[in-house]
């Protein structure tokens, strides 16, 4: 049995600025002078990219084609929202280090820092 697949429908929505006296009206809410996003889900996967406006009716046109582009298969090459690689304490350990004997510190304090460092590996 064949499955269905899902038209991706591209959304406008808004990301509100902390200080918008409009955040409580919620993501769609289009009277606020805030950055415009455009949002779609294909293939099980949702896509995010900034409109680059902050007018809604521009950021429409834009969904627009986006919407176009999707439809005819040309969106292809859109990356996929990708969770951000958290470093190992070993490697945030290291880069600490690094900055501190790039910044200059004494070698009394640099020998003291790789004494810790040691101890704690």
């Given amino acids: ?3 269905l697949r899902s ?3 591209v959304t406008v929505y ?4 902390d200080s918008c006296n409009h955040a409580s009206r ?3 809410y289009r009277g606020c002078d805030c ?3 455009l949002r779609y889900s294909r293939d099980g996967r949702q896509y995010r990219q900034a409109a680059e406006t902050r007018t809604w009716g521009i950021a429409e046109d834009k969904a627009a084609d986006l919407q176009k582009q ?4 040309e969106v292809g090459t859109v990356a996929p929202i990708v969770e951000a690689v ?6 945030t350990i290291d880069t600490y280090l690094k900055g501190k004997l790039g910044s200059g510190a004494s070698t009394e304090e640099a020998a003291d820092l790789m004494c810790i460092w ?3 590996t």
Avoid at 70 to 73: P, S, T
Avoid at 86 to 91: C, K, L, M, V, Y
């Fill in 7 to 9: 038209k991706p429908v």
């Fill in 35 to 37: 950055a415009k996003w």
């Fill in 86 to 91: 958290q470093p190992t304490i070993s490697q």
């Fill in 26 to 28: 919620g993501q769609f």
């Fill in 1 to 3: 049995m064949a499955t």
């Fill in 70 to 73: 999707l439809d005819a298969g």
């Fill in 118 to 120: 040691r101890l704690l």
């Fill in 14 to 17: 808004v990301r509100h600025r």
